[in-house]
Structure formats: C-alpha cells, structure tokens
C-alpha cells in the first residue's frame, strides 16, 4: 500500500515551468477545491461540536461534582492551547516554507497533516477510549498531549493548503479562481456538519444500545466519520495537486530560519497593513455572529428563528464564492473588498436602530453575511499576493509564513471573541435563566453598544487602513512578478534590491499595458 502511494505520489513531481501563470488542469482545480470539503468539517467539528460533546456526553460515567470540575478543565485546556497556537502558527509556517522534498513543499505536509491530525480527531471523540472512566487524571495528561498534537498536525495542514496557492500559480486571477473553489466547498463542508452532526449522533446512538439519546458510541462515530472524510480530502491535495517550479520559487530554497522569516513579514508593510485591517474585522465579526442568539433570544423573543441565520450564512458562501472570481474579471478586489465593507456598514446600522423589527433584522443579516466571502477572499489573495511583494523588497519568498498570518488572526479574533462575548453576556444581563420579559432598556442598550456599535467603529476603522495603506493590486502583483522575472534572469541580487510600494507604483504608471 505504501509502495503504491509512494509511486502515485512521485508521478506527480514537480516540474520546471518558466510560467507558473497558466491556468491550473481541472483534475487539480477539482482535487484542490475538495480539499477544504474535509477541512472545513473538521475544523467545525473540532471547533465547536467538541466542546458541545464535552458538555453534554464526555463525563456521563463519572460523578456529577466531579464531571462539572473536569469539564470546567477541558474547556479551559482547550481554550488555553488555542491561544498558545497563536504564536506557534508563523513557526509551523516557517517549518513548512523550509520543506524541501522530491514532492514539493506543501504537498508532504497534506499528507502526514491530514492523517495525524484525523486519527487524533477520533481519538478525542472516542473519549481516549474510555480512560476517563479508568483515571481521571491520567486522562487529563494524555488528553492535553493529544489535543497539542492533534491542534499542530491541523495546523500544518490548514497552513499547506493556503499556503500552496503561490506555488499553483503566480498570477492573480487564477489564484482567485483556486481561493473560490476552497472557500465553496469550505462552505458545504463546514456548514454540513452543523445539519448532520445531531442525526449523525443520535443514529449511531440508537444502532449501538438501542437508546434514543445521546451516547458515546454516537459521539465516537461522528468523529470517525469526519476523520476519515478528514484524510480522504486531504490526500486527495496530496495526490491531485502539483506544485509548479519557476525562477521565482526556485530562488526561495532557502528561507532562513524562524528569526529571518519574522524579520521578513515585519519588513513586508503590505502584508501587515492587510493583516490590520483584517483582524479589526475579524474581531467585529467574530463578536457579532457570537451574540446573534442574544439578539433572538432576548430582543425579538424569538429563538426558534435563529436557526435561519445559518442558513443565510450557507447560502450566502455557497453564491458568492463562485461569483467572486467573476467579478474580480471586472472588478478589482480593492473596490470588491471597499463594497463588502459598505454593505457590513449598513448592516450594523440597521441591526442596532431596528433590533426589534425582525424583517429588517433578517435584511440587516443579508448585508451581513453576503460581503464575508468578498473580504475573506480579498484577504487571502492579498496576502498571497505580498509574497511576491516581500521577495522583491527583501529578497526573502516566505510562502506558508506569510499565509499562516491569516490562521492565526482568526484564532487572534475568536480568543478575543469568548472573552467578549462573556462580557456582553454579563454586562446585558442575559445570563441564566433569564428571558426576554427580563430585560429592561438599559440592558437592551448595552447590548446594542457592545454587539453592533463598538464593532461598527471597527468596521469603519478597518476600511480607512485598507483603503489609506493597502496599495497592492492585481496591476502591482503582475508588474512585480515580471520584475521579479526580469532580476532573477539577469542574475541581479535581489536582497540589494529593496524596492517599496511606490517605486512599484511608479513602474506601474511607465507600464501602462499592465492589466488588472
């Protein structure tokens, strides 16, 4: 069985092309945008579900008191590891961009990622076979060793995905048309999980003791089953794929280590002022759709509808991620990403005048949920894009650490997110068994300040740094990709090289040919 994966991997080697521009086979197009079907999945049932299955099934063995005392530890584990990973992410993403293999950078990394990371998954659900009904603290031990691993081997895996897309191809449009394949089927897979995880459980439940409830052998088949559509999806990166070679990757064999690639990103303004801007968004979003259940619970009094807010989210990613590279033909992602703001602008407006309409709140989630794809999208394509930008101002091509950026803002974003989300909780009053009839207007306006108005101003503030700092364009990326080209040819050093954004831009307004 190794043997033959081996031979199918090593027929799918890299190959030297001089124009790593050209459009992707759709056999790749295809193997590339099932990839993130599994990781989405996982990522949701890892993120959310196993907290949900901690809570209500882990502990069902043990001692109430002390199944409350354990579940108090696990999720406060969890969440501790989660912030830790944030400063390990640029040191996986610096492990990966210094993998040299006959099969590519990013491609070994689908393969043992996806792997390790979904046999742990299963591991964790499986309640570490049931050892937490042997020695609870022993299972503590080996839980914390496994989760870390577990967390990594995910990361490494996340990281090699958006991290290959430089590697697929160099020009902007195409890497936007692979950015849309993985965010449509990220969409479906993450959002499948939330409709099939209760039957999924409570099935299994039923086929193994007969019960019509939540058990653990439910749990354990739920993580098996997205372990193994986990590997599935992610071999299928591994095998599908193929990392194109040119001068402007061959000359970033070399890229330090973890020292020289901080140095780098901090060096690569562009990058950091797209980081900026993202994490303030982030952090807005990330605390609004936290709160939406308070919104229908405790404002409208109407909780059953909350579940449609899912909904226009799935349907929301599912249009517009095949929409985006369509309009990017047209129209720039500067101006995609300015509109996206906009309509979230209007949104908070709406959501923190008219809360208690429930017509206009559904409208207000419509220009909520739609322009998320177009500034994720935007975001990741600029992201990548920096790469070439910080090769020629630097000298240094950090591909995964510069893409690790994005993971780690997101995990930046939700750690700050819990906490808030607490805050809105406490400070509001919604909290235990309080209702709707409970609350009185000044909890009602605190929770309209916190949800919609403070992340409103950062919103706004997010707009004003892409628009005032973030002059990389698909018109910049390909003049300096064509730089890059020209220096690399003639055997000029580009690390004596340092150009800036407007040495770019000034050769962008002598290239008028240059086209978005």
Same mark, same amino acid.
């Given at each position: 069985?190794?043997? @033959?994966?081996?031979?199918?991997?090593?027929?799918?080697?890299?190959?030297?092309?001089?124009?790593?521009?050209?459009?992707? &086979?759709?056999?790749?197009?295809?193997?590339?945008?099932?990839?993130?079907?599994?990781?989405?999945?996982?990522?949701?049932?890892?993120?959310?579900?196993?907290?949900?299955? !901690?809570?209500?099934?882990?502990?069902?063995?043990?001692?109430?008191?002390?199944?409350?005392?354990?579940?108090?530890?696990?999720?406060? /584990?969890? @969440?501790?590891?989660? +912030?830790?990973?944030?400063?390990?992410?640029?040191?996986?993403?610096?492990? @990966?961009?210094?993998?040299?293999?006959?099969? %590519?950078?990013?491609?070994?990394?689908?393969?043992?990622?996806?792997?390790?990371?979904?046999?742990?998954?299963? !591991?964790?659900?499986?309640?570490?076979? &049931?050892?937490?009904?042997?020695?609870?603290?022993?299972?503590?031990?080996?839980?914390?060793?496994?989760?870390?691993?577990?967390?990594?081997?995910?990361?490494?895996?996340?990281?090699?995905?958006? =991290?290959?897309?430089?590697?697929?191809?160099?020009?902007?449009?195409?890497?936007?048309?692979?950015?849309?394949?993985?965010?449509?089927?990220?969409?479906?897979?993450?959002?499948? *999980?939330?409709? /099939?995880? *209760?039957?999924?459980?409570?099935?299994?439940?039923?086929?193994?003791? &007969?019960?019509?409830?939540?058990?653990?052998?439910?749990?354990?088949?739920?993580?098996?089953?997205?372990?193994?559509?986990?590997? $599935?999806?992610?071999?299928?990166?591994?095998?599908?794929?193929?990392?194109?070679?040119?001068?402007?990757?061959?000359?970033?064999?070399?890229?330090?280590?973890?020292?020289?690639?901080?140095?780098?990103?901090?060096?690569?303004?562009?990058?950091?002022?797209?980081?900026?801007?993202?994490?303030?968004?982030?952090?807005?979003? !990330?605390?609004?759709?936290?709160?939406?259940?308070?919104?229908?619970?405790?404002?409208?009094?109407?909780?059953?509808?909350?579940?449609?807010?899912?909904?226009?989210? $799935?349907?929301? %990613?599912?249009? $517009?991620?095949?929409?985006?590279?369509?309009?990017?033909?047209?129209?720039?992602?500067?101006?995609?990403?300015?509109?996206?703001?906009?309509?979230?602008?209007?949104?908070?407006?709406?959501?923190?005048?008219?809360?208690?309409? +429930?017509?206009?709140?559904?409208?207000?989630?419509?220009?909520?949920?739609?322009?998320?794809?177009? *500034?994720?999208?935007?975001?990741?394509?600029?992201?990548?894009?920096?790469?070439?930008?910080?090769?020629?101002?630097?000298?240094?091509?950090?591909?995964?650490?510069?893409?690790?950026?994005?993971? $780690?803002?997101?995990?930046?974003?939700?750690? /700050?997110?819990? &906490?808030?989300? =607490?805050?809105?909780?406490?400070?509001?009053?919604?909290?235990?068994?309080?209702?709707?009839?409970?609350?009185?207007?000044?909890? +009602?306006?605190?929770?309209?300040?916190?949800?919609?108005?403070?992340?409103?101003?950062?919103?706004?503030?997010?707009? @004003?740094?892409?628009?005032?700092?973030?002059?990389?364009?698909?018109?910049?990326?390909?003049?300096?990709?064509? #730089?890059?080209?020209?220096? /690399?040819?003639?055997?000029? +050093?580009?690390?004596?090289?340092?150009?800036? !954004? #407007?040495?770019? #831009?000034?050769?962008? #307004?002598?290239?008028?040919?240059?086209?978005?």
């Amino acid at each position: 069985m190794l043997w @033959v994966l081996k031979e199918k991997i090593m027929s799918n080697e890299n190959v030297a092309d001089g124009d790593v521009r050209r459009k992707g &086979g759709l056999g790749q197009r295809i193997a590339y945008a099932f990839g993130n079907l599994g990781q989405a999945a996982f990522y949701n049932a890892m993120s959310t579900y196993f907290i949900v299955y !901690v809570t209500s099934c882990l502990f069902s063995g043990v001692d109430k008191a002390l199944a409350a005392k354990l579940i108090g530890v696990i999720t406060s /584990l969890v @969440v501790i590891i989660r +912030i830790a990973e944030i400063f390990v992410d640029p040191l996986l993403g610096n492990l @990966v961009d210094n993998t040299n293999t006959k099969w %590519g950078r990013f491609r070994p990394w689908q393969f043992f990622g996806g792997l390790v990371s979904s046999v742990l998954l299963a !591991v964790v659900f499986s309640g570490m076979f &049931g050892l937490v009904n042997v020695n609870s603290t022993l299972f503590i031990v080996v839980f914390v060793i496994t989760f870390i691993v577990l967390d990594v081997f995910y990361s490494l895996r996340d990281i090699s995905y958006w =991290g290959m897309i430089p590697a697929l191809s160099s020009d902007s449009h195409e890497r936007s048309t692979y950015t849309a394949l993985g965010s449509f089927t990220g969409s479906i897979g993450g959002n499948a *999980i939330t409709i /099939l995880v *209760i039957p999924v459980v409570t099935y299994f439940s039923w086929v193994f003791t &007969g019960e019509n409830a939540e058990h653990q052998s439910g749990w354990t088949a739920f993580g098996i089953i997205v372990a193994v559509l986990g590997i $599935m999806t992610a071999w299928t990166v591994a095998f599908g794929t193929r990392e194109n070679q040119s001068a402007l990757r061959a000359n970033a064999e070399d890229n330090g280590g973890p020292l020289q690639a901080f140095k780098a990103v901090f060096q690569n303004d562009q990058l950091l002022w797209v980081a900026l801007s993202y994490l303030l968004y982030a952090i807005a979003n !990330v605390t609004t759709t936290g709160v939406l259940l308070f919104l229908f619970k405790f404002v409208l009094d109407n909780q059953a509808a909350f579940s449609a807010t899912g909904v226009i989210a $799935m349907i929301a %990613g599912l249009v $517009m991620s095949p929409l985006y590279p369509i309009l990017n033909r047209y129209i720039p992602r500067r101006y995609l990403y300015i509109g996206g703001m906009v309509s979230m602008i209007v949104a908070y407006v709406m959501l923190a005048l008219f809360s208690s309409n +429930i017509v206009l709140v559904f409208i207000a989630l419509v220009l909520f949920y739609v322009p998320g794809t177009l *500034i994720m999208m935007t975001v990741i394509l600029s992201l990548t894009d920096s790469i070439e930008y910080g090769q020629l101002k630097n000298g240094k091509r950090n591909e995964a650490v510069t893409l690790s950026i994005r993971p $780690m803002l997101d995990k930046i974003g939700g750690a /700050l997110s819990n &906490g808030i989300v =607490g805050f809105i909780a406490l400070a509001a009053g919604m909290t235990g068994d309080a209702t709707a009839a409970d609350m009185t207007p000044t909890n +009602i306006h605190v929770f309209k300040i916190c949800a919609f108005y403070a992340p409103l101003i950062l919103i706004v503030l997010s707009l @004003v740094v892409f628009v005032s700092k973030v002059k990389i364009t698909e018109k910049m990326h390909a003049q300096i990709v064509d #730089e890059l080209e020209a220096k /690399l040819a003639s055997g000029e +050093i580009v690390d004596d090289e340092a150009q800036t !954004v #407007e040495a770019v #831009e000034a050769i962008n #307004e002598e290239t008028p040919a240059a086209k978005n």
